[in-house]
């Protein structure tokens, strides 16, 4: 059972790697990326590393994605007026 969780997680790391690179709208970048990074804590947790899986999840998904998120929405071009 670990085994399984395990691979489901390495799989959601990676797709959601994929998804932020492959994407085209930033924000659904930063979205992924904070998935991304919430199952690389749950992947810390499970190998039994609670404090670094608690600085991942409040770091990596919480502080990191939420900044990115901020800072996209406030400089989003503008679009020029025809």
């Known amino acids: 059972m670990p085994s399984l969780l395990y691979g489901l997680f390495a799989l959601t790391v990676f797709g959601a790697a994929c998804l932020a690179v492959a994407s085209r709208n930033l924000t659904r970048s930063v979205v992924a990326l904070g998935i991304g990074s919430a199952a690389l804590a749950m992947l ?24 990115l998120i901020v800072g996209i929405s406030l400089t989003e071009a503008r679009r020029p007026r025809t």
């Open 44 to 67: 810390f947790f499970l190998l039994n590393a609670p404090y670094a899986a608690g600085f991942e999840l409040s770091v990596g998904a919480g502080l990191i994605s939420i900044l």
